[in-house]
């Protein structure tokens, strides 16, 4: 689909739904891709963030990519906590004890999305809706993280009705804790997530690939 299509798609998806094209941030994902294939796909249109998942893949890239903007938006561990300080971006927090270890290592502070399982999927990442309120009182009392939005990744193949429900969902979980950020939407459902609120989408395949 390339880049350029991807973003039209987001703002004609924004002006389905009433709301402005400028609410809504493409993340690029990079995860798999070389630095010369993000610079030609990505780069060259604009200083997109990349969203990266995998802390050992990022690293090269984040130094042979200078000045490029990273997200990191895997699986966060304990012993990863040194390296999120390269990231403007944290999506995927899930956990207090990872929070307790970024916030001691980190040495300002940092943005971060709470990852919801909302499709309530056993072996899938991020917090149940209920455990919510006191995770984040919880990281309220963490002073070098910030927390500024909720993050979840939809289930696989589901219908669009199904997905349509799990980003109005995540939208009125973020409403209720007044956070403005709801990154969700990958290559086959971003549009759908846009209509229903996101603000960031994190787009590969679409992106990278002949979709
Ligand atoms: C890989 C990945 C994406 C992008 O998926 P595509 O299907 O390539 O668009 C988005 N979010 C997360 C958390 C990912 O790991």
């Keep these: 689909m390339g880049l350029p ?17 400028s ?10 891709r070389s630095p010369e294939e993000i610079r030609e796909k990505v780069l ?4 997109f ?4 998942s995998r802390v050992q893949e990022a690293l090269p890239k984040i130094e042979a990519l200078s000045g490029a903007t990273f997200h990191f938006i895997g699986p966060l ?3 990863k906590a040194k390296f999120m300080g390269r990231f403007a971006l944290v999506h995927s927090l899930e956990s207090l004890r990872v929070a307790e270890a970024l916030n001691r290592r980190l040495e300002r502070v940092l943005e971060v999305l709470v990852e919801v399982n909302v499709g309530r999927e056993p072996q899938k ?11 984040l009182g919880a990281l309220g009392e963490l002073p ?10 939809a289930p696989r193949r589901a219908d669009p009705r199904r997905l349509r429900a799990v980003f ?14 709801r990154s969700m939407g990958m290559s086959e459902d971003f549009e759908l997530a846009v209509e229903e609120g996101a603000t960031l989408v994190r787009v590969g395949r679409a992106v990278f690939d002949e979709l």
Excluded at 5 to 21: H, T, Y
Excluded at 144 to 152: C, D, E, N, Q
Excluded at 170 to 180: C, F, G, H, I, T
């Design 23 to 32: 609410g809504v941030r493409l993340v690029a994902v990079t995860k798999g």
């Design 125 to 135: 990442h991020g917090v149940l809706p209920e455990a919510l309120p006191d995770l």
């Design 168 to 181: 109005a969902e995540l939208s009125r979980l973020a409403d209720r804790y007044n956070l403005p950020e």
């Design 77 to 79: 561990q304990r012993n």
């Design 144 to 153: 070098r993280l910030r927390v500024v939005g909720l993050m979840t990744v």
């Design 49 to 52: 963030p990349l969203g990266e």
């Design 5 to 21: 299509e991807v973003l039209a798609r987001i703002e004609r998806a924004a002006r389905r739904a009433g709301r402005d094209p």
């Design 44 to 47: 060259a249109y604009g200083d």
